[in-house]
């Protein structure tokens, strides 16, 4: 564990520079408040700077303000089902960043990943694959998923490491809708995800997170207001994206269909979309074809923003190590503070951006 612990630390890319920074800086303000008090200070006054100074925390993953206490746990990681008849999901829209990917015959599934946000209702939650557990690690998070394939069995039985939240092991979170037929119908709570985290003792602040957001906006470059991205072998997971300047972001549609939350009914809002090409193929031995897909590694992609484009390159050099998202000249992406979502696209999978 410490060794995977040091590799991520030498790992860190430019764009995460000052997380570090940013926790000692809160963790020192909360010292002081708690254990300082100036003469003539009254005990409500005091109450009400520290609740201002808890306030003024922003999340390390996604860049919004929050509080200390949020910000001081462990992140969950959510495998979120993707089918149609999983949708609408729910909670998805308290993310701070969300990975698409394809798992096999086209299918993809979504990993959700929440640190101060805590929906009431998270799901369905689905099984997991190599390739989500290997972006879960970046974030030392609790991996909530129900079953794996045998590919993630591998991982996931022999890395001790990993802080492993499986429905078939630990139940008591979990729950199924009636309203849904199996297996699109179970669900969880943030709430119940980390009472569980705590019976494991599994509590504790993350010191180097993944980082989506800068104080700079994408004001040059094409522009980016509608994208199109085709699933290879994909049938009912068309997705398009739609810059909506009110908002502020990209609007997604899911075959045709506004993509919202179930329990709110409010739409999905991308403020960032991260297209990372990468290379996947079924796994050699595989009896469901499940997709081998290379996170690990490096390639390009494209950044959309603030209605703009512009090419990145994005790196990982192993399992431990944090993802690297750059521009062409090894710049930091300048990402709108708010939800980002990462593509993970097959290259022989079709992106039509304009």
Not at 277 to 296: K, L, M, N, Q, W
Request: charged share 20%.
């Amino acid at each position: 564990m410490e060794s995977m612990k040091r590799n991520r630390r030498m790992n860190s890319q430019p764009r995460r520079i000052g997380v570090l920074c940013g926790y000692l800086a809160v963790a020192l303000g909360l010292l002081l408040l708690a254990g300082c008090r100036w003469p003539g200070q009254g005990g409500e006054s005091s109450a009400r700077n520290a609740a201002a100074a808890r306030a003024e925390a922003v999340c390390p993953i996604d860049g919004l303000p929050t509080t200390a206490r949020a910000i001081l746990r462990r992140p969950l990681a959510v495998m979120i089902e993707n089918s149609p008849a999983a949708r609408p999901q729910s909670g998805l829209t308290s993310a701070c960043v969300v990975y698409e990917a394809i798992t096999e015959g086209g299918i993809t599934r979504f990993l959700a990943v929440f640190l101060h946000n805590d929906p009431p209702v998270i799901g369905p939650v689905r099984s997991a694959r190599p390739h989500f557990i290997n972006l879960a690690r970046e974030y030392d998070a609790a991996y909530v998923h129900c079953g794996e394939s045998y590919e993630a069995l591998q991982i996931l039985a022999t890395d001790p490491t990993l802080y492993n939240l499986d429905q078939m092991k630990y139940a008591k979170p979990f729950w199924r809708d009636r309203t849904r037929h199996a297996p699109h119908n179970l669900y969880a709570s943030a709430a119940k995800l980390r009472q569980q985290e705590s019976k494991l003792l599994w509590e504790g602040t993350v010191s180097l997170l993944p980082h989506f957001a800068s104080t700079r906006r994408l004001e040059t470059g094409p522009p980016a207001t509608t994208a199109e991205i085709h699933f290879p072998g994909a049938t009912n997971y068309h997705l398009r994206l739609v810059y909506d300047a009110q908002a502020g972001g990209y609007l997604r549609y899911m075959d045709g269909k506004l993509h919202v939350d179930r329990e709110t009914r409010k739409p999905i809002v991308a403020k960032n979309v991260l297209i990372q090409r990468v290379y996947a193929a079924p796994f050699t031995h595989s009896t469901h074809g499940t997709y081998d897909v290379e996170v690990i590694g490096s390639g390009d992609g494209l950044c959309l923003s603030n209605g703009r484009q512009t090419a990145l390159v994005w790196q990982k050099s192993d399992n431990a190590a944090l993802t690297s998202y750059t521009d062409q000249q090894q710049r930091p992406l300048p990402l709108q503070p708010g939800q980002t979502w990462v593509e993970i696209v097959p290259t022989d999978g079709a992106v039509i951006v304009q």
